[in-house]
């Protein structure tokens, strides 16, 4: 969803979720091997841009506290690739992003919005560049880019640059889907997260991992019981606040919790007002009611 007058612009940047997270081996450079299946929920930022008369640089400004704003912050790190890219574009743009999406959240935020940024630029661009050289640009700044081009769930492989569309079928029964999302008040750096994946017998086995995405294919299974992310087991024995909660909500209502990404953001399926108020009330009184609480829909 994007807005354009002649000079300002703005674009939705919605957050991701990890239905599946698989760690099946490392890479020749080092990156771990993944296989994971994204979907996209109809919850997120909003970018605007705006054309900057004077001046030769650009400017983010933002309602959070909690993100960089100077070339640290993954917007500048966009607009500075785009311009490598693009030698034509020479205007400066003035950013402003409507935060809404949790920091340190495993919810994609952050490469959301570069690519929600390389799509603004593009359509400020008198000389666009092609949808192959934004993704190329998007996977120079983080694996996770890519699939942001892509509004339907996708199946992601490799450290994330091999992206496949799941069948249409699939699609249309992941849509509309009503999920809980919430975080508790801590962060998990990836990279910590990642950092205990260093030994082969840490990794999901491939077969396994293909074989239960082919079950979920062809409806052998449930799209809860496909649900999974390798990181839970890691982050669980540190963060002991998530699997207690998890263990409480399954206890009290039937429904099992689920991580995105590294954590620290879980989500839960749900299909009544009753559902989604009860579960809203568990967390809060878990974890008190400064955690992140949202109720929305997958795309």
């Known amino acids: 969803m994007t807005s354009l007058s ?26 771990r091997k993944i296989v994971s299946v994204v979907d996209q929920v109809n919850f997120g930022d909003i970018l605007s841009a705006t054309e900057i008369k004077t001046g030769n640089e650009d400017i983010l400004v933002s309602n959070s506290v909690e993100i960089p704003h100077d070339e640290n912050n993954l917007i500048l790190k966009a607009a500075k690739a785009y311009r490598h890219r693009n030698k034509r574009f020479n205007k400066s743009i003035h950013f402003e992003l409507d935060k809404k999406i949790p920091v340190g959240s495993g919810l994609g935020g952050g490469s959301s919005n570069a690519v929600a940024t390389l799509t603004l630029l593009n ?151 009753t559902e989604s108020k009860t579960l809203t009330d568990i967390i809060k009184d878990c974890l008190g009611d400064d955690a992140f609480i949202c109720q929305t829909t997958l795309k």
């Open 123 to 273: 359509k400020f661009s008198d000389c666009p560049v092609d949808i192959a050289d934004l993704v190329e640009i998007a996977e120079s700044i983080g694996s996770d880019c890519p699939l942001f081009f892509n509004s339907n769930a996708t199946i992601v492989r490799g450290r994330g640059e091999i992206i496949n569309p799941l069948p249409t079928n699939t699609i249309r029964s992941l849509s509309s889907n009503c999920i809980i999302i919430f975080k508790p008040n801590f962060e998990i750096e990836t990279s910590w997260a990642y950092s205990h994946f260093q030994t082969n017998s840490n990794f999901d086995e491939h077969s396994i991992v293909e074989s239960k995405l082919q079950a979920w294919l062809n409806n052998e299974i449930t799209l809860d019981e496909f649900c999974y992310n390798r990181f839970e087991k890691e982050i669980f024995k540190k963060y002991l606040a998530l699997p207690a909660l998890f263990d409480e909500i399954k206890k009290l209502t039937g429904i099992r919790c689920h991580m995105s990404g590294s954590g620290s953001a879980c989500f839960a399926f749900y299909e009544t007002d």
């Open 6 to 31: 002649k000079n300002k612009a703005s674009i939705f940047s919605p957050a991701k979720i990890n239905l599946f997270l698989a760690i099946t081996g490392l890479q020749n450079n080092g990156y």
